[in-house]
């Protein structure tokens, strides 16, 4: 259910979502009703610095505004195990639990932003706060409407990353990266020669797959953890091509591999 700045209440119909990016679209039948909408920005015109106002429900109050300015642009910011904010907005605009999913506005009314998280050492806010871009978002929201899904680029690898002990341990040509421990069969990166493991190592109490390539970088952007991976894929497209460069062996190689697109969400 919605409720409108007027308290006027309307069922809610789940449209779709990106968990990765943690957006999801709904839709409302307001019966004949004129709504207002706030027009969308451009989220890639706004400038450190620039003022921007932020509204949401802090602590149930509904309806609260604060102010403040951009305070740096481009972070990518984790928010769970498996969502993160890419090229995040940051905002010293006071932000608190139930300011999320309000919009961030810049000085001439446009939404800029959808508020999402907070950097908090007590759990209030301590004037950083971030936001996920609005086009960002008006691409998701355009991919929902369309197909009803999100297009997500997928490589098809299984990987661990290698750093410190394990690299050592394995005798590798770097110091990290991500071990191809598998590649899906008829995927982007068995189609484009990756190589997953041939053989089986015991790491601790894990048993992984060894042998196959270590991925170091993608479109020259380095990779030393699968969330670094998730970030670039985050940025293409499914039929985007990308240089996966990797050690094989010990030798370099950079190899074009033309992305799919994942399947669910």
Same mark, same amino acid.
């Given at each position: ?83 993160? +904010?890419?090229? =995040? /907005?940051? *905002? ?5 639990? !139930? ?5 961030? #506005? @810049? ?6 932003? +959808?508020?999402? =998280? /907070?950097? *908090? ?5 301590? !004037? ?5 871009? #609005? @086009? ?19 490589? !098809? ?109």
């Amino acid at each position: 259910e919605v409720v409108l700045g007027d308290q006027s209440h309307h069922p809610a119909k789940y449209i779709g979502a990106d968990q990765r990016n943690d957006v999801a679209l709904i839709k409302i039948d307001p019966k004949g009703k004129h709504l207002s909408a706030l027009p969308l920005g451009d989220s890639g015109a706004i400038q450190v610095g620039q003022k921007v106002l932020a509204i949401g429900n802090p602590f149930g109050f509904q309806s609260t505004l604060t102010t403040g300015v951009v305070s740096a642009l481009g972070r990518t910011v984790q928010t769970s195990q498996t969502t993160f +904010i890419d090229e =995040a /907005i940051q *905002t010293d605009a006071a932000i608190n639990r !139930g300011n999320s999913g309000g919009p961030l #506005i @810049n000085s001439h009314g446009e939404v800029i932003g +959808i508020n999402s =998280a /907070i950097y *908090t050492p007590t759990g209030t806010t301590a !004037g950083i706060g971030f936001a996920i871009p #609005i @086009n960002t978002a008006k691409n998701i929201a355009n991919d929902l409407m369309t197909d009803g899904r999100v297009h997500r680029a997928f490589l !098809g690898v299984q990987t661990l990353p290698v750093g410190g002990w394990l690299a050592e341990a394995l005798d590798l040509p770097v110091q990290e990266g991500l071990l191809i421990e598998a590649v899906t069969r008829g995927g982007p990166a068995a189609a484009a020669g990756l190589h997953g493991g041939d053989r089986q190592a015991l790491a601790g109490m894990r048993r992984i797959a060894i042998g196959g390539d270590v991925i170091v970088a993608i479109d020259d952007q380095k990779i030393a953890s699968p969330f670094d991976m998730n970030v670039i894929l985050n940025r293409k497209r499914p039929g985007d091509t990308v240089k996966v460069s990797i050690y094989r062996g010990g030798k370099k190689m950079d190899i074009p591999v033309k992305l799919g697109e994942r399947t669910g969400n």
